[in-house]
């Protein structure tokens, strides 16, 4: 089976990319195909609403960047993982460009019926990583996923430097136990 997870912290080194590095182990663990991009290797442009997908059928967006990777991955997985820093009390920029763009291949329904989690990462206490993880899975649901708990919700954390999050044992295990949650759904959702 398949499972993607998607980056969306331009850092390098990101303490959402490592937390969703952690989320993905159980998958490796278990022999899974994992994929994961980090969005600050790709360039993926904002949708324009120029509607120029409801003209070409088989081929989503009539912009040329790195989202046909994502379109292809979102075809391809089984489950999803999203994590992403908090900006300005919501999720990145370059996160909410590719959410925007599932409009693309909206009329697939390619993520329906499979299951997700989500991540968010902010320098606050009380920062907005509670909206960004809501955002995340607003979105699954419009897209007709199933969203799915860690321990409690999503995962979050408060870090400010990139690795940080490594000296939050804690955080790190949070984000495997949201790992093997979703692997679970997804696995009792194929059998
Ligand atoms: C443009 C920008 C906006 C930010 N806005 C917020 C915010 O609203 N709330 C917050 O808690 N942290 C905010 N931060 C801090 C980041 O969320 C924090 O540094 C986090 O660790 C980034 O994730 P990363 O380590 O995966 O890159 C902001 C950082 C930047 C660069």
Same mark, same amino acid.
């Given at each position: 089976?398949?499972? &993607?997870?998607?980056? +969306?912290? =331009?850092?390098?080194? +990101? ?8 989320? *993905?182990? =159980?998958?490796? $663990?278990? @022999?899974?195909?994992?994929?994961? &991009?980090?969005?600050?290797? !790709? ?8 509607? /120029?997908? $409801?003209?070409?059928? /088989?081929? =989503? ?5 790195? !989202?046909? &990777? ?14 992403? =820093? ?9 996160? !909410? ?13 390619? *993520? ?9 990462? +902010?320098? @606050?206490?009380?920062? @907005? ?14 897209? /007709?996923?199933?969203?799915?708990? @860690? ?14 999050? &490594? ?11 949201? /790992? ?12």
């Amino acid at each position: 089976m398949n499972v &993607l997870g998607i980056s +969306g912290t =331009p850092r390098e080194n +990101g303490n959402s990319d490592i937390l969703l590095e952690y989320s *993905l182990q =159980p998958f490796t $663990k278990s @022999g899974w195909s994992v994929r994961h &991009l980090r969005l600050r290797e !790709m360039t993926i442009h904002p949708c324009r609403a120029c509607d /120029g997908c $409801k003209e070409c059928k /088989g081929n =989503p967006c009539i912009q040329s960047d790195d !989202m046909h &990777l994502i379109y292809d991955a979102w075809r391809w997985c089984d489950a999803l993982i999203i994590s992403t =820093p908090v900006y300005s009390r919501n999720i990145s920029a370059q996160m !909410m460009a590719v959410l925007d763009r599932h409009y693309g291949i909206r009329e697939d329904r390619s *993520l329906a019926g499979k299951p997700g989690g989500a991540i968010a990462v +902010g320098a @606050g206490t009380a920062g @907005g990583q509670s909206i960004a993880i809501t955002a995340i899975y607003n979105w699954m649901l419009s897209c /007709g996923m199933i969203c799915v708990p @860690g321990e409690l919700n999503g995962v979050t954390a408060k870090t400010l430097d990139p690795g940080d999050i &490594l000296k939050q044992p804690d955080r790190l295990r949070q984000a495997e136990v949201l /790992g093997r949650n979703v692997m679970a759904i997804a696995t009792k959702l194929r059998s």
